[in-house]
């Protein structure tokens, strides 16, 4: 099993999620989640201890982003597609993705590793410039891996049955 599909498996991603992550709506306001966990955590040095409350709240709106917006009514626009393609990558291990596909989003998901070191190194020492540059190479990484799930779930979308069935 793929880490991506552990990380899935514990955000209870089934169909009914998978389809409500589809949302637009879902996809962009997800994107708030790391300024306010960088704020949570920062608000160690006014809250002390008590700065678990907001990281706590940071993270079950991660967990809540996905389910509390409707299925959208079109699932063919740029972040539906890219929702689409995660799936498609999730799924890489039973229905192989084209030769094309295979190394990018990895690589991808290096790059917004090595930004999270940067964040943890901000964070922890409160420095605003390494915690920047953590922001800035995790969404530069995840941006470009969504575009690339986009490119993915277009190459595949005609190859499997179940995968057409999710554009509409």
Not at 76 to 98: F, H, M, Q, T, Y
Not at 100 to 122: A, C, K, Y
């Amino acid at each position: 099993m793929t880490l991506e599909r552990n990380i899935a498996a514990s955000f209870q991603m089934d169909e009914a999620t998978w389809a409500r992550h589809a949302n637009p709506w879902s996809v962009w306001t997800r994107f708030t989640v790391l300024p306010l966990l960088i704020l949570a955590i920062w608000s160690r040095v006014w809250l002390g201890w008590w700065c678990l409350i907001p990281v706590t709240i940071v993270m079950g709106w991660m967990w809540l982003n996905p389910r509390i917006f409707p299925k959208p009514n079109s699932t063919n626009n740029w972040a539906s597609k890219a929702v689409l393609g995660e799936r498609v990558w999730l799924n890489r291990d039973n229905i192989p993705v084209p030769k094309h596909h295979q190394r990018v989003p990895n690589i991808l998901s290096v790059v917004s590793t090595s930004g999270v070191i940067f964040l943890i190194w901000g964070l922890s020492a409160l420095n605003v410039w390494p915690t920047l540059l953590g922001v800035i190479l995790v969404y530069l990484g995840k941006l470009w891996f969504i575009d690339r799930m986009v490119w993915l779930y277009e190459d595949m979308k005609d190859v499997e049955a179940e995968y057409s069935h999710w554009l509409y």
